[in-house]
Each structure stands twice: as structure tokens, then as C-alpha cells.
């Protein structure tokens, strides 16, 4: 049994909602939850909040995977410099690779781009990224939300419902 | 049984976190949410996110009440504006006279004084807000969520996740 700890990768100008209301329903459900930017410190996002990463990404090896249930991957401008660093595409393939819950929305899957582990999955993103899924061997939907194993994806903030829902089932919670 | 249907009473510079995260939270388990303002069409919130108002609260007659089952207050500075519109009072006291769910956050609780329903209850709001919850007889605790019968309250977003789970509770949900 994974503890009941999630981890969120991301960097200034994340989309706020979409990482502050999954934030806060994996901590309304008893989850802790580390955040991990590129340093250690706050980060802000687009609209201004700002949240406080307690990890900088470059200390996490692959093997934190085993202390999380989930990686969570919210989106606005985050992603692009998430996936800039190595630690953070390693740490991607060693939850996918132990079939450990992803939940990646809007930009967030660019990350999982970067990591080379979205051939033949089926997903989905925020519109502009859509066509770079698909380059990436993914069968990408149009859809609020789309479950394919061990990843939910979903586009936008409008779709947060429904991603917390799914994320939520595949937590078993 | 009442509709799975909520109504928010917001106006321009809501708090966003306190609309959004609670809203998806309600729609992820498959509420309708309605969304009341000073006027109807768009709201925007102190950190810039534009939520659609569907309806104009001085439309609402205490009798609307009966149509949903939960009443939700969002803070920022909208309760400011809120408190002032009289419908906004009669619906707060028809919902709470039904024993209905109320959840407020932050600068939520405004539009309950102001309704003149706080009196002996037990309850928390924003820290500057407390005092004035203290004066309209409510029994205030500085705590992340305070539940009273119907009434759910909180103080701050951080509160979020124990302010969600408490509403979802008091929803049966």
C-alpha cells in the first residue's frame, strides 16, 4: 500500500485552479501532498497565487515514485519548464512504469510527452497541446476527461470536475 | 428531496479559490450549480477569473429556497456587495428557517449577519470578520471549519479541503 501522499511537479505560472482544487481535494480526502518546483521555495502562478514548494524537482530520483500514490501535473505555463528537467521526465517513467495513478491536465501532459511515455495511450490535453499528443504516438480524444489505466487526462480548467472525479475513482477513494 | 442543485450568492472580487474549488467540488459530485449576482452575465474575481451569473439575486424570492439544497457563500470582496441586496437576506433566512445547508467561507458570513441569523450559533469566518460575528451573537471559533446544524463555516482558501469536506458531509454526499 502507497502511503496516502501525492506529489505535484510544476514551476511559476501554473494554472492556479488547476492546481490548487486538486490540491485541495486530495487534501480533503486525507492525502498529503508534496509540491516540487525547479527550486525549492514558492512558486506563483499566472493569476497570482502562490503555493510553497517544500522539494526542488532536481533532488527527486526515480525511486521517490514508491513514496507517492499519484503524480499529479497541473498546467499553464508550468510544464514548459518542468519538462526541461531530467529529474522530473525519469521520476514520470518510474510512476507510469509501476502502473502508479498520473492525473496530467491542460499542459500538463507535456511533461509525459518529454518522458516518451505516451505511444499508444489514449489522452487528452489542452487544445494547442492536442496535436503535439498525437505527434507523440497518443490516440488523443476531445474530452473532458479520459481515463486510460493508470492516467487521467483532461483539457482545461472547465474540466476539473470531472478530472478530480477520475482521479479521485483511480486512488480507489 | 431537493434537487442535487446549489446556489451561489457572489459579486465581482469573489475570492476565487473559494468559488472555484467548492463549485468543481459540487459539480464533480453531480450538483447543478447556479450562480446568483448583482446582475446577470459575467462576475470576476480578485485574481481574475470570470465565473457566468445566470441570475440576478433580486430576481429570487425567499420561495427559491425550496429548489435547491445547499446555499454557498464565497468570500472576497463580493459579500460586501451581497449583504447589501435584500434578497439576499430573505433567501439566506429561508434557507436557514428550512434548516437547509448553508456553507460560507471567509468574508461569506457577511451576508448571514446581515440576514440577522447568526445569533447563537456557533461558527468562524475571516480573522477580521470575526469580531463582527462575535457582536451579532454568534458563539465565534478561529478554527479551519466550524459545523452548526445546517451551517458550515470556514475562515480563509487554506481552509478549503476541511470546508469541502464538511459541505459534502452536511450534503449526505
Redesign the interface.
Known sequence: MPAKKALILTADNFE??EL??PM??L??AGYAVDVAAPAAGKVRGK???EVAAGLAISELTPAAAKDYALLLLPGGKAPEAVRTIPQALELAKAFDAAKKPIAAICHGPQTLISAGIMKGRTATAYKTVQPELTEAGAKTQDKEVVVDHNLVTSRQ?GD???F??EMMRLLGA
Chains 1, 2 share one sequence.
Do not use: K, Q
Request: proline share 12%; glycine share 6%; net charge neutral.
Open positions: 492556479d485552479s490548487l482544487c485541495y481535494r487534501l480533503e493569476h497570482g497565487y480548467p476539473i470536475p470531472a478530480n472525479r
